[in-house]
């Protein structure tokens, strides 16, 4: 079955860019939509955006200006990069894969997901 | 864009009791794109509905889905000791967008 994992630094300066690169295991990247999500410390779920495999982005308005969402099929990787980074941004990033009624059709709903990885900005 | 309101914020049950949560739309949203998650503490959401009333894979059959337009719900029949958590719905939007309502904790009476 499909495992994700994210990783990347956990502590990250305001003003900066905060880097995350979530790892596919147990299943091919390809054919899919893959998202990232964050929770602050307490708080609901934000959806940040999403790619397919073949690149192809969507952001999330509120945070479009910020966020470049990539991937690497050979490595079976997608990655994240938040620029600019405030305290606000502070946060559990979750990646997971978006998965819709057939394969290739709209992503709606996220399964599976990631484990989660705290980002702390602050300097 | 569309707004998800989650309602009772918290939810107090005993186990073996029924549990009926809320999620309200701003505008209609179709029914084939709603899902519901469970959130234990520390852990990832786990999806449990899709399509509003599709359960996923290993799902047990007490929890349920219903609902269309506007106003969607998600019934646990019998509380059981492990389904006290944080539930979210979330939604599929023009644009397209993807939101979570805020949620609802269903914690131990």
């Known amino acids: 079955q499909v495992q994700l994992q994210e990783s990347g630094p956990g502590l990250v300066k305001p003003s900066e860019t905060l880097s995350l690169t979530c790892t596919v295991s147990g299943g091919s990247i390809s054919s899919y939509y893959w998202s990232w999500i964050r929770q602050p410390p307490g708080k609901g779920l934000e959806w940040i955006g999403y790619?397919?495999?073949?690149?192809?982005?969507n952001y999330n308005p509120s945070l479009k200006s910020r966020v470049t969402i990539s991937v690497d099929t050979s490595k079976n990787q997608f990655s994240l990069k938040l620029s600019s980074v405030t305290a606000a941004d502070t946060a559990v990033y979750y990646c997971?894969?978006?998965?819709?009624?057939?394969?290739?059709?709209?992503?709606?709903?996220?399964?599976?997901w990631g484990q989660g990885t705290l980002v702390t900005v602050s300097s | 864009e569309i707004v998800l309101t989650q309602s009772p914020g918290t939810l107090s049950l005993s186990p073996g009791e029924r549990a009926t949560l809320s999620c309200r739309a701003s505008q209609s949203v179709s029914s084939s794109y709603l899902a519901w998650y469970q959130q234990k503490p520390g852990q990832a959401p786990r999806l449990l509905i899709y399509?509003?009333?599709s359960r996923a894979t290993g799902i047990p059959d007490r929890f349920s889905g219903s609902g269309s337009g506007t106003d969607f719900t998600l019934t646990i029949s019998r509380l059981e000791p492990e389904d006290f958590a944080v539930y979210y719905c979330?939604?599929?939007?023009?644009?397209?967008?993807?939101?979570f309502g805020g949620g609802t904790k269903v914690e131990i009476k």
């Open positions: 997971a894969r978006i998965i819709g009624w057939e394969l290739g059709s709209s992503p709606i709903w996220f399964d599976p």
């Open positions: 979330q939604q599929y939007g023009s644009s397209p967008t993807l939101t």
């Open positions: 399509g509003a009333s």
């Open positions: 790619i397919y495999y073949s690149g192809s982005t």
